[in-house]
């Protein structure tokens, strides 16, 4: 087998150490803010159609503190309406809370409003991810008429040559990764059909 060039001395010069500080900020919170109904639908659309966590969504949106500068320092000592706001805790990085909670302070900006208004710069992609919805759809008609012509076509092997034939088995075991596959794509635009009903405040 052939060796390593670098031992483990290199690598622990290389490579940087992450400090208790980086592990801790890390670390998942809860945290509450009263947000619109169309901001909260925003966050949760966003997380089923990329498959990502709400949590990385919140990441995402705070690492650029320079962004969310410019953004309190148009919403210094604006009053917020919490009128018809839901209440709701997400989960969020340590971080992430510890720059909205620094910057909100500084530039005496309404917590809720940087994070309002920080979601709704995600709101083009929310927009091609409903273009993307529809597509989707189109297209999972042509999978289940394709499916549906791989279940009869087994159905017909399995008359011409018996159930026991060894083709028979090499189609039955492609339909049935079929199946679970088609299965998981219906299911993923099912979930994905909230995106149908948002609209943006």
């Known amino acids: ?70 953004m309190a320092r148009d919403l210094e000592n604006t009053e917020f309406d919490r009128h018809e706001r839901i209440q709701k805790t997400f989960v969020i990085s340590r971080r992430s809370l510890s720059f909205l909670d620094m910057i909100s302070s500084e530039h005496n900006a309404p917590r809720d409003a940087l994070v309002e208004y920080s979601v709704r710069r995600l709101l083009p992609i929310i927009a091609k991810e409903r273009i993307k919805h529809e597509k989707r759809k189109d297209l999972l008609a042509e999978i289940s008429n394709h499916f549906a012509k791989g279940e009869r076509l087994l159905a017909k092997a399995d008359e011409m040559l018996g159930s026991d034939d060894p083709i028979v088995h090499k189609l039955q075991t492609a339909m049935s990764v079929y199946k679970n596959a088609f299965g998981d794509i219906a299911n993923f635009i099912e979930r994905g059909k909230m995106i149908e009903k948002f609209r943006a405040e």
């Open 1 to 70: 087998m052939k060796k390593s060039k670098y031992n483990q001395k290199d690598i622990d010069i290389f490579l940087p150490r992450p400090t208790t500080l980086d592990l801790r900020g890390r670390q998942s919170v809860r945290a509450t803010f009263r947000l619109s109904e169309a901001c909260i639908d925003a966050i949760s659309i966003l997380s089923a159609q990329l498959g990502i966590k709400q949590k990385s969504i919140f990441d995402h949106l705070m690492e650029n503190a320079q962004v969310l500068k410019n």
